[in-house]
């Protein structure tokens, strides 16, 4: 499946960049490892007995290392999303032995010890010959990292956090106002549109650090009976923000022309929305 997808993604002009969320977001991987996990009885995710990978345990890492040279082989992408964000201290702090560890190490607090997993992990993506992209909380959060290190920002205030990377000489992405899944009502692909992400305070060298965007469309409320309707064509208004020139801003016109290529993706059996009130396509999605 994921060769496929590669695959289909080639021949239109699209690499691939896949994203391996650790130490958090790993719940299902202790399934089949079962020493991969902290054990923190009710500390846990979703208040559970395990959470975040386990740094202490050395073990871990052969395994990460086996992972990810596998992932760089089979996906062509020079970037590998490494995740990091929303890692559950305090399921760290729950388990008396990796507290122990972290005095043995002096490791002083989960942030510290976020910092020497983070190390270790991109130690791991650098002997792969790789570049990474990490969330931004490990920017956030004041973690030791390499300079060549790719920031993706996307919680609030992100003006404001994407002006500090690039103050720090850090490349960054953007995804923060681009979450697709937070559908409203009516226009809403003005949202999206109005954007501008190189409005933050910086100097022409800093904006150059600004990589791009992504629009994003997370599954909690979403699976294949809507995805491609929320995605479509909202995610069109996305693109023609970030690949177009700042002052390309004519609503009207950009209104007109995401309704034709609306009524182009029904043409083509892709259920994409509505934009505009009372629209008409001369071929409708028909596919139920």
């Not at 997808?5 to 994203?19: D, F, Q, R, S, T």
């Not at 002083?108 to 910092?115: G, R, V």
């Not at 290190?149 to 720090?168: C, D, E, F, R």
Request: glycine share 6%; aromatic share 12%.
């Amino acid at each position: 499946d994921i060769l496929e997808v590669i695959k289909h993604a080639e021949l239109h002009g699209v690499v691939v960049v896949p994203e391996f969320d650790t130490p958090g977001h790993t719940l299902s991987w202790g399934k089949g490892l079962p020493n991969l996990l902290t054990y923190c009885p009710g500390a846990g995710t979703y208040g559970g007995d395990y959470g975040p990978i386990n740094p202490s345990i050395e073990e871990n890492y052969a395994i990460l290392e086996k992972l990810f040279a596998e992932v760089t082989r089979i996906f062509p992408s020079q970037f590998v999303h490494l995740g990091g964000d929303e890692v559950p201290f305090k399921c760290w702090l729950a388990n008396a032995d990796l507290v122990a560890w972290m005095k043995d190490h002096k490791i002083p607090n989960a942030k510290a010890l976020e910092s020497y997993y983070e190390n270790r992990l991109l130690d791991i993506i650098h002997g792969l010959n790789h570049s990474y992209i990490v969330w931004e909380e490990i920017f956030t959060n004041g973690l030791k990292i390499q300079p060549e290190t790719i920031i993706h920002v996307w919680k609030g205030n992100w003006q404001n956090t994407l002006s500090k990377v690039v103050a720090k000489g850090y490349r960054a992405i953007l995804s923060s106002p681009w979450y697709l899944n937070y559908i409203t009502f009516s226009r809403d692909w003005k949202v999206y549109y109005e954007v501008e992400p190189l409005n933050i305070t910086a100097t022409p060298d800093q904006l150059s650090l600004v990589q791009g965007g992504e629009a994003c469309m997370w599954g909690e409320y979403v699976d294949s009976t809507n995805i491609l309707s929320r995605t479509f064509p909202r995610s069109s208004a996305v693109a023609e923000r970030l690949w177009s020139n700042q002052k390309q801003r004519d609503e009207p016109d950009m209104e007109f022309r995401l309704d034709k290529h609306r009524c182009g993706m029904c043409a083509r059996n892709i259920p994409a929305e509505t934009v505009i009130l009372r629209s008409y396509c001369p071929f409708e999605f028909d596919d139920y």
